[in-house]
């Protein structure tokens, strides 16, 4: 190994991935129908248009399943904060649509964690575009969302973060 692989190696490491949690196609914040999340007030990230399937987990770490099952929340070994925020006005269904599989607080990227019923919940509320935020950004440096505008798959990546040192 060279001294450039040597400083590409560690320019890497400081690089965080954050692994996609749905089927569906990379969107932009701004694509949200709504102002909290598309004018970046809750934290910064991406949102996808999900196809039929369930939410896994992005990151290793804990999380937190809302009780309506419609959000989940993640915090990272090294401290990010996160969450995966599925379609707009979600809660107000209080669970309908939305089954916990998960029942664990410890995951690990990939790990299974809501089913939804995808056309069920798309006739209820006004969006099915859901935001995956960070919500702690002051410990950001800088955020590369580098599958905007494509289709992914569950364990894709879909961003990589860059935490302050």
Request: aromatic content about 8%.
């Amino acid at each position: 190994m060279g001294f450039f692989d040597f400083l590409k190696k560690k320019k890497d490491e400081d690089w965080f991935n954050v692994y996609s949690p749905l089927n569906g196609r990379v969107i932009d914040l701004s694509d949200v129908p709504d102002e909290a999340f598309a004018q970046r007030m809750v934290g910064d990230g991406c949102a996808m248009d999900p196809t039929e399937g369930a939410i896994y987990a992005p990151v290793d770490g804990e999380c937190d399943i809302f009780e309506t099952n419609h959000a989940v929340s993640f915090e990272t070994p090294n401290g990010l904060e996160m969450i995966v925020h599925f379609g707009m006005d979600t809660v107000a269904l209080k669970g309908e649509g939305f089954k916990r599989v998960s029942t664990s607080n410890e995951v690990k990227v990939g790990d299974k964690l809501v089913e939804y019923d995808l056309n069920l919940i798309k006739s209820k509320v006004p969006s099915v575009k859901t935001p995956i935020i960070i919500n702690n950004m002051d410990a950001v440096e800088k955020i590369d969302v580098v599958a905007m505008g494509q289709e992914v798959k569950v364990g894709d990546i879909i961003m990589k973060v860059l935490l302050k040192k």
